[in-house]
T-cell receptor, first 119, second 112 residues
Framework: GAVVSQHPSRVICKSGTSVKIECRSL??????MFWYRQFPKKSLMLMAT?????????EQGVEKDKFLINHASLTLSTLTVTSAHPEDSSFYIC???????????????FGEGSRLTVL | SQQGEEDPQALSIQEGENATMNCSYK?????LQWYRQNSGRGLVHLIL?????REKHSGRLRVTLDTSKKSSSLLITASRAADTASYFC????????????FGKGTRLSVIA
């Protein structure tokens, strides 16, 4: 089946540094990917919609300058947490909508998640 | 934003008992999905039910969907300790490139 790979699965960084998380669709194309954030014992909250070749669409309350999203190809979206702060520590999960020759198939696949700890 | 509201938020049962979790949502949907998540891990897709379906089974799982009430339920029969996890419903409008919208989840504890 279709696989979405997230990397790194775990990352620890110091406050003030930037961290990049990759979301890659391994055997399908995805013009649209989604980034979610999950705090401990909470549900997934949508942060932004990543669109290939255009700017991401951010949900209300999500700082676009802090959470930089780049969807440079049909198989890769990256989330960069800039100037990380301990409050940014969280579990970040991406998902990808499968497209077939540019048409949305309706199928959606999730990555395994990336746990960020900011010291 | 979150659409679904799971009920109950936490559920503790004995092994062998059935566990029922409910989910309500607000908008029109194309399908509704249930996911499982073990602590600190990624999501595991359990079952998808389309808006024109009323009930679906998969092994020990039974899902119902009532679009008139905008609600769904997940029943796990003959629960096992290994079923201990958080369970989330997620609605899919599948209109263009829309995301799944997750409910708050139910934390299920199955005691051996």
């Amino acid at each position: 089946g279709a696989v979405v790979s997230q990397h790194p699965s775990r990352v620890i960084c110091k406050s003030g540094t930037s961290v990049k998380i990759e979301c890659r669709s391994l055997d399908f194309q995805a013009t649209t990917m989604f980034w979610y954030r999950q705090f401990p014992k909470k549900s997934l909250m949508l942060m932004a919609t990543s669109n290939e070749g255009s700017k991401a669409t951010y949900e209300q309350g999500v700082e676009k300058d802090k959470f930089l999203i780049n969807h440079a190809s049909l198989t890769l979206s990256t989330l960069t947490v800039t100037s990380a702060h301990p409050e940014d520590s969280s579990f970040y999960i991406c998902s990808a909508r499968r497209t077939d020759r540019g048409v949305n198939t309706g199928e959606l696949f999730f990555g395994e998640g990336s746990r960020l700890t900011v010291l | 934003s979150q659409q679904g509201e799971e009920d109950p938020q936490a559920l503790s049962i004995q092994e062998g008992e059935n566990a029922t979790m409910n989910c309500s949502y607000k908008t029109s949907i194309n399908n509704l999905q249930w996911y499982r998540q073990n602590s600190g891990r990624g999501l595991v897709h359990l079952i998808l039910i389309r808006s024109n379906e009323r009930e679906k089974h998969s092994g020990r799982l039974r899902v119902t969907l009532d679009t008139s009430k905008k609600s769904s339920s997940l029943l796990i029969t003959a629960s096992r300790a290994a079923d201990t996890a958080s369970y989330f419903c997620a609605t899919d409008e599948n209109s263009g490139n829309t995301p799944l919208v997750f409910g708050k989840g139910t934390r299920l504890s199955v005691i051996a």
